[in-house]
């Protein structure tokens, strides 16, 4: 296994970590439980901060005209102001910041499936959507991974979530710590197949950009290179982009391999195409052949590790 940096991922306090819910209680998550191994987590309840006590009666959003609004009931307190001046204090303090892994549904916290209402009074239902704090995260932060815990039930968001938080805490501790062009054009060599999958034209933008290079624009291609690869990463690959890039490394290292070799990972990756086997597998194929020809290019290609097989 490869060596990961740590990302830094805010999340809900909730999940797994302190007994703040509503009904005094925590949410029992064995994923998230997993990802703390791997991170430093930046816990917070945005409701315990604007001094809702726990346990403490429901609150709910409600939304009227274009604006969301969240309630507390049973008090009839008006909470949105407060709420709001609290995200903004805290998502304005975060210096070094991978994503977010919030609680689903909340009124406060969620990034999905919050019940929003017409009313305070819930006595209409309006949809299903987010949750007041969660709106300004992804205001503030738009092209950083946000997701909830349901949602990471899903293999291929997961997926994605764990690519890219892993990705961007790589980038960050690369500009941190950067010397000189050779460093930037080391990182972009390794995350090639990765960018392919997610987006070729940014890819291409990317390799223009370094190409652009003069010895005294570093900074400016630097932050326009973190523009481009938040970008990039923020689309998840299709099938037919990750069968691109299998072929593309597959093509890296043919004319090492026999006929049945080739013949044979062909075929898994039809297999892959119809759903009957996993991207995972052929990657692994592929890491081996890499391996075997001590083809150190490849070997270090972060698409073939994005992160720790652990969090798989
Ligand atoms: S969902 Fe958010 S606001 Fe609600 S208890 Fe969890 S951390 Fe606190």
């Known amino acids: ?26 949410v029992k998550d064995d994923f998230v439980l997993k990802l703390k191994k791997y991170s430093q987590f930046i816990p917070v309840c945005p409701e315990v901060e604007i ?12 939304k009227k005209e274009k604006n969301f609004y969240l309630y507390q009931p049973s008090q009839k307190i008006e909470l949105t102001d407060k709420m709001i001046e609290f995200s903004e204090k805290f998502l304005n303090s975060l210096a070094n910041i991978d994503g977010f892994l919030l609680k689903s549904k909340s009124p406060s916290c969620g990034l999905s499936g919050t019940v929003i209402y017409k009313d305070p009074d819930r006595k209409i239902y309006h949809s299903r ?45 690369l500009i941190k710590n950067l010397k000189g062009m050779d460093d930037l054009i080391k990182f972009h060599q390794r995350y090639k197949y990765l960018l392919m999958a997610h987006s070729q034209a940014k890819l291409k933008e990317m390799g ?26 923020k689309r998840k690959p299709s099938k037919g982009q990750h069968i691109n890039v299998l072929e593309h490394i597959l093509g890296h290292i043919s004319d090492k391999l026999n006929k049945g070799e080739k013949e044979h990972f062909m075929e898994l990756v039809e297999k892959y195409k119809k759903g009957f086997a996993e991207l995972q597998t052929l990657k692994e194929i592929l890491k081996s052949f890499a391996y075997r020809f001590k083809d150190d290019y490849i070997i270090n290609q972060v698409y073939l590790e994005p992160y720790p097989e652990d969090l798989i």
């Open 129 to 173: 959507g987010r949750g007041i704090f969660a709106l300004k995260v992804v205001e503030k932060f738009p092209l950083l991974p946000a997701e909830d815990e349901k949602r990471l039930k899903n293999k291929e968001i997961k997926d994605h979530f764990l690519t890219r938080i892993f990705a961007i805490c790589e980038l960050r501790n």
């Open 208 to 233: 223009r950009l370094i190409a652009g290079y003069n010895k005294k624009n570093l900074r400016d291609i630097v932050n326009r290179y973190r523009e481009l690869f938040l970008i990039a990463l």
């Open 51 to 62: 001094g809702l006590g726990v346990p403490r009666d429901k609150i709910i959003v409600y």
């Open 1 to 26: 296994m490869r060596g990961f940096p740590e990302p830094e991922i805010v999340v809900s306090a909730c999940l797994n970590l302190e007994p703040v819910r509503y009904n005094g209680k925590y």
